[in-house]
């Protein structure tokens, strides 16, 4: 074995011819072991930018597809399952050697590369809708609902003991509840509607829970328990892809088989020659909007690609209001809580870069912390005016004065500021610091 800092200065080769009298020493056993589990599924490895490798060996974990084949007996909190993955037409060698065809990760799509509507921009790709309503890429989010009758009791017995079953007479929820006290399985359950039922011995009454999820879902298996952006794609593979297609076979697509002198697009274009299509993988195409032919030729072939399972709905946020901080008043930060997204300096720098301050006084002021202070015109202190009531007068009336100006002629000024400026002010106040603010009348 040879360990890391070892290995920087030693020349390693991979293949034989490569090796140089006196200066090689070792030889890697098998060009794969160069690559990790996840490395070794990416096509054409040594054709990609180290950095889209390391991209695809994060994205391959995060993959929908078909992760287990025992759903029946799982009880993960989520699981994920692609519903009509395929065979990639280009596998790696190692592909069979994992027996990945077990558990397909996938879907091979036919995909050109053009600019077309501006809504494929950057790493974003239109969908043909008759690709979508046949099916591709559906997948199904499996959630595990546990329930435990016996939370709370430390010792069951026949008089506490609680067991599903439903009320018979409630006519309500037959639709809902089976017999046995449990969900149909195969149905469709929304919000709000009866998912199971209990029945408690202690008081001999029937306790009803109900789908607390805003979005349907259909009862899978039921367990009984006593006392759980950019893929690694090449233009190569693109080629490929399409001549295995064409020519109805599977090819390899394991790296270091092709060189300088036998390169990748020679022997792909030549095979896309044979079956009549263009050498480089380039059509004509028509525009779906007007059907007219796009004068220009199209790069067009067929790519493995991966649905993740990241979802917008567990991700998007959006706030009009909400809670807020209670010592600075600004909107609390984290999607579980409703918060808002932080304005940062950058974000702020931006503004300012585009001229509007109007929108800028209004992201950091109006709809954050917006709050009033007082602040003495003499000594600048926004922390030391105080509301004193006149005892000669009425008690409605009231004067304000500064307790740390000796001026009797003071003069007090109200002034809008963020909540978060007086919070600054009162925690250097502590330090012994003090913050004198200046006050001009409006121009």
């Not at 390391?54 to 699981?79: E, F, L, S």
């Not at 590369?113 to 559906?138: C, L, P, Q, W």
């Not at 009803?208 to 349907?216: A, L």
């Not at 003071?410 to 400026?421: C, S």
Request: net charge neutral; aromatic share 12%; proline share 5%.
């Amino acid at each position: 074995m040879i360990g890391t800092f070892e290995q920087v200065y030693l020349s390693v080769i991979i293949d034989p011819t490569e090796a140089e009298p006196g200066v090689t020493m070792h030889q890697e056993l098998h060009p794969s072991a160069l690559f990790s589990f996840a490395g070794n599924l990416i096509p054409f490895p040594d054709h990609n930018q180290s950095p889209r490798n390391v991209y695809q060996c994060q994205m391959g974990k995060q993959t929908m597809g078909i992760p287990v084949h025992a759903w029946h007996a799982r009880c993960d909190n989520k699981m994920y399952r692609l519903q009509f993955p395929q065979k990639p037409l280009l596998k790696p060698e190692a592909y069979d050697i994992y027996k990945m065809d077990d558990y397909p990760l996938g879907t091979n799509a036919c995909v050109a590369v053009i600019s077309y509507t501006g809504y494929d921009m950057e790493d974003a790709m239109t969908i043909n809708k008759s690709s979508y309503e046949r099916g591709f890429g559906h997948g199904t989010v499996i959630k595990v609902e546990v329930v435990d009758l016996m939370e709370g009791i430390r010792f069951a017995t026949k008089e506490n003991r609680k067991t599903f079953a439903r009320d018979n007479n409630d006519i309500t929820i037959r639709e809902f509840i089976g017999e046995d006290g449990l969900p149909y399985q195969g149905k469709l359950y929304k919000k709000d509607d009866p998912i199971y039922s209990y029945r408690e011995e202690e008081n001999k009454e029937y306790k009803i829970k109900k789908f607390k999820y805003v979005e349907s879902a259909i009862c899978g298996y039921i367990r009984i328990v006593e006392s759980g952006a950019d893929l690694g794609k090449t233009m190569i593979e693109s080629m490929a892809g399409k001549a295995a297609a064409t020519h109805g076979e599977y090819y390899d697509a394991s790296p270091f088989v092709f060189n300088e002198k036998n390169t990748a697009i020679n022997h792909f274009g030549e095979l896309l020659q044979k079956a009549g299509y263009n050498y480089y993988g380039e059509e004509v195409l028509y525009s779906g909007i007007t059907g007219e032919e796009m004068k220009v030729q199209i790069f067009f072939g067929i790519v493995y690609y991966q649905r993740l399972r990241h979802m917008i709905a567990d991700k998007f946020q959006v706030r009009g209001t909400g809670p807020v901080d209670p010592a600075t008043l600004q909107p609390v930060k984290g999607r579980k809580k409703g918060g808002g997204i932080r304005f940062g300096e950058m974000e702020r720098d931006s503004l300012i870069a585009h001229g509007v301050a109007f929108c800028l006084q209004d992201r950091l002021l109006i709809s954050s912390d917006l709050d009033s202070c007082k602040v003495c015109g003499n000594c600048g202190s926004i922390l030391t005016v105080t509301r004193n009531f006149r005892s000669e007068d009425s008690f409605n009336t009231f004067r304000e004065t500064c307790k740390s100006c000796p001026k009797k002629d003071q003069k007090i000024y109200h002034m809008q500021v963020p909540r978060v400026f007086c919070y600054l002010a009162a925690e250097l106040a502590a330090m012994n610091i003090r913050v004198i603010t200046e006050v001009k009348p409006p121009i």
